[in-house]
């Protein structure tokens, strides 16, 4: 049993995803985001129907797998990793909320609105430096995408929401053995990106020009510093040396579902 929001169950997964028997998993939403709980299903119960409802669901033991991606084999994630302009924004709030000042006052009623004026704060924050991205096409060889200087965001993601409900890409799904790569190329689809939660439509099909694609295994190379994060929790484990990340699936997990 987890109960937390993405960060927390993101903690939970580095314990057991290198597991030869994996226990399933059951989730009762209580962070921020809840991305993982709003795309299972899971959120919805837990809001409309209470604490006790949840419980019998997930008594009930039903389960969806849900895809582990490995990186640099020494992290797991489930949701998503991120560089560039939300990245910013989790440091800039992981950063506040460990002051002793900001720590008295921060609880679910204040954590939205506290993101909301980071946002707007970094709003036009921007990855200084051309990001590279190698990945399996499916076909032969492997396809390159240079991503240049000035773009907004790189996401990765597993699930069909993110950031709060935002919804990224109509062929998301946590059981396929692929994940999503979205690149955010400016400010204005990054709003477009938060809208969706208003459009209910997600963002590959509100946005044509929109690159993303799917894939098992990506490389990422990159030259300057910026920020990252993975399911909304600080990841700065770089070195000046060492500017290459690999990605693939690694395993999966049983979370219970209504």
């Keep these: 049993m987890v109960a937390g929001g993405d960060g927390t169950i993101s903690q939970a997964v580095q314990g057991i995803a290198s597991l030869e028997n994996k226990p399933k998993?059951?989730?009762?939403?209580?962070?921020?985001?809840n991305d993982l709980a709003l795309s299972l299903g899971i959120l919805r119960i837990f809001k409309s129907q209470g604490l006790k409802a949840l419980l019998e669901?997930?008594?009930?033991?039903?389960?969806?797998h849900v895809d582990i991606i490995g990186l640099d084999d020494k992290v797991s994630f489930i949701n998503y990793f991120g560089i560039g302009i939300d990245a910013k924004i989790s440091n800039d709030f992981n950063r506040l909320r460990s002051k002793p000042l900001f720590?008295?006052?921060?609880?679910?009623?204040?954590?939205?609105p506290f993101y909301g004026a980071l946002s707007l704060k970094n709003i036009f924050y921007r990855i200084p430096f051309d990001i590279e991205l190698r990945y399996s096409s499916g076909q032969s060889r492997d396809a390159l995408l240079t991503v240049p200087g000035g773009t907004s965001e790189v996401l990765v993601t597993n699930i069909k929401t993110y950031a709060s409900g935002a919804m990224l890409s109509s062929k998301s799904r946590t059981d396929d053995g692929k994940f999503e790569i979205t690149v955010i190329s400016s400010m204005w689809q990054w709003l477009i990106m938060h809208l969706t939660r208003i459009l209910n439509r997600p963002l590959n099909t509100v946005c044509p020009s929109l690159i993303q694609f799917q894939t098992d295994r990506l490389e990422i190379k990159f030259s300057g510093n910026t920020f990252y994060q993975i399911d909304g929790e600080i990841f700065n484990d770089f070195t000046e040396e060492?500017?290459?990340?690999?990605?693939?699936?690694?395993?999966?997990?049983?979370i219970i579902v209504p």
């Design 25 to 33: 998993a059951g989730l009762i939403p209580i962070g921020i985001g």
């Design 57 to 64: 669901v997930i008594l009930g033991g039903k389960t969806r």
């Design 103 to 112: 720590r008295s006052i921060f609880s679910s009623f204040f954590n939205k």
């Design 242 to 254: 060492k500017k290459h990340l690999l990605m693939s699936i690694k395993s999966n997990v049983e």
